[in-house]
């Protein structure tokens, strides 16, 4: 009976590493905030709702709510043979990634309108 407990653990460690899961997609885009985003305009509501909830909440020195959006992105490549190993795939130096971060910042006037906003995109 443990050899088949084991055996099924071992079985759904191995598959579960397999998964081809596609990241899912973010409408948080440049263009989507050039063609959305207007400042005295656009309301905290309508942020809400094309983008969703922001990842941090905050205010600034003139006391103004501040909301900030964050998208992150890995982009991994392997050249050459793969290697099977125990539960793992040798790539050593054949492979290499880049790391690529996206920042959308929004400071709000006091009746919750956009009076500003920032995006920040960097690439390491």
């Known amino acids: 009976m443990k050899k088949i407990i084991y055996l099924l653990i ?17 409408n948080l885009t440049y263009g989507m905030i ?16 094309i983008f969703g909830a922001p990842n941090l909440v905050t205010k600034n020195g003139d006391n ?19 290697t099977w190993k125990i539960f793992t795939i040798d790539q050593g130096a054949n492979s290499s990634s880049t790391t690529s971060s996206f920042d959308f910042i929004i400071v709000f006037d006091d009746f919750d309108i956009v009076k500003d906003y920032s995006v920040i995109t960097s690439n390491y």
Not at 10 to 18: A, F, K, Q, Y
Not at 35 to 47: A, C, E, F, I, P
Not at 66 to 72: A, D, E, F, I, P
Request: glycine share 8%.
């Open 10 to 26: 071992i079985m759904s460690l191995v598959l579960g590493g397999c998964s081809n899961s596609k990241p899912q997609k973010s």
């Open 34 to 49: 050039k063609s959305k985003v207007k400042k005295g305009r656009t309301s905290q509501s309508d942020l809400l709702r």
């Open 64 to 82: 103004n709510e501040v909301w900030s959006y964050n998208k992150m992105s890995v982009d991994r490549k392997y050249q050459g043979d793969k």
